[in-house]
């Protein structure tokens, strides 16, 4: 008699629980256990999902647990602590154990191969941009792994659920890439999609029907744009981005020599231009200078000369009017060189990426390889060389996220 509704109630029927499916935990009416179908891999899955991921009934973890039998569902902030994970961790020095997440490292998705003895191994957060954060930030031996990333060969069907970026996916889309893209044919993308895109269809198909007595219903929201710098809202921009690398001592050095530009990256906005120049240290070079810019110490002293950096550098920039870095510190090394070279500073204007990336998030956002990710998946195709070349990618797609926001048609308000 609990469970009975109160005769005296004015609430309607409809609003008691409804009856839940035991295998998907979806309500019967919109259950999409009819469309679950295993697909064997070669390619074994653990899934780290954060706790609060667990309890939203619409994630996608759940079915890619259904749908591949040689997978792991691992709900933890604390990584480290589970044993699946120390495992893993303890062998990813012998090859094939790979993290699915955005890094400075982050290799394609295509290298992950088998360890010595056939094995493999691809580890996937699951949850907001924020719950992963927080199980890496939590969970350091998992943050060790080797990183690999995709780029998504089609956009985003999580249409129940708002992401971050058009670019973004949910985790059994981004699983369907990954594996397609390591296993190839033996892999059907669309026997791993077809419950999600049942879960869609029914969740956005009972809504409609009015079922639910509008109990979640939300009122429309007007839509306007996030903030963007004013340069980079422009047409054209004339916008240049770069990144820089120093040779620089360490701080606890009583003589320490100020840092000299060693390593200066650039793309235009406008036409997509590049420019790389290697400029040998006019210094002593620092020992730990070559390990951080990634290049040896022969490539950075046969570098071009200050002088020709800046004559090049200037009439690089002849057409833009403002240099954007992701910190004050590579337009100080620029501001520096130009200097020496006695050049004056170009682009005249400088705009500093990280906070206007918080800015538009309106949150803090990490290092420049935790943020960008946040605008969508970074292209991997590095165009120039050392570590400069990985993060002018971030510092790029960053800029170009911002610009897209600026240029994005506003959706008009519903007049009916």
Known sequence: MANEPDSRSNEPAAWQPREQCERCKRPKVVCYCAHVREVETHTRVVIVQHPREADVPINTARIARLCLPNSELVVTVEADEEETIRALVARAGEGGV??????????????????????????VVDGTWWQAAKVLKKSPGLAS??????????????????????????????????LS??????????????????????????????????RHKKSKKPDRRRE????????????????????????????????????????????????????????????????????????????TSVAQFARE?????????????????????????????SCASVPPRWLDLRPAAARYFKTRIGTLAECSPRFGPVALDRWAKGRAGARILHVAHIARALRAEALRPLEEPDQS
């Open 181 to 214: 893209a390591i296993e190839g044919p033996s892999v059907d993308p669309r026997a791993l999609l077809a419950p999600f895109e049942a879960m869609v269809d029914y969740q956005l198909e009972y809504a409609r029907s009015g079922a639910g007595y509008g």
């Open 313 to 341: 550098w200037t009439a690089f920039c002849a057409s833009s009017t403002t240099l954007a870095t992701w910190n004050p510190i590579a337009a100080a090394l620029l501001e520096r060189a130009l200097a020496d070279a």
């Open 98 to 123: 790979g993290l699915l997440f955005p890094g400075d490292e982050t290799k394609d998705i295509r290298e992950l191969g088998d360890d010595p003895r056939g094995q493999r191994t691809l580890v």
């Open 145 to 178: 792994l080797p990183r690999y990333g995709l780029i998504p060969t089609s956009p985003s069907n999580y249409r129940i659920r708002k992401e971050p970026s058009i670019e973004c996916l949910s985790t059994i889309e981004a699983l369907v890439e990954a």
């Open 228 to 303: 963007v710098p004013d340069e980079l809202a422009r047409t054209p921009t004339g916008v240049i981005v770069a990144y820089a690398e120093s040779n620089a001592w360490p701080f606890d050095r009583a003589d320490r020599p100020e840092p000299e530009l060693v390593h200066w990256v650039a793309e235009r906005l406008d036409d997509g231009a590049r420019g790389e120049w290697i400029i040998a240290p006019r210094k002593e070079l620092a020992p730990a200078t070559p390990t951080f810019t990634e290049l040896d110490e022969a490539t950075l002293r046969a570098g």
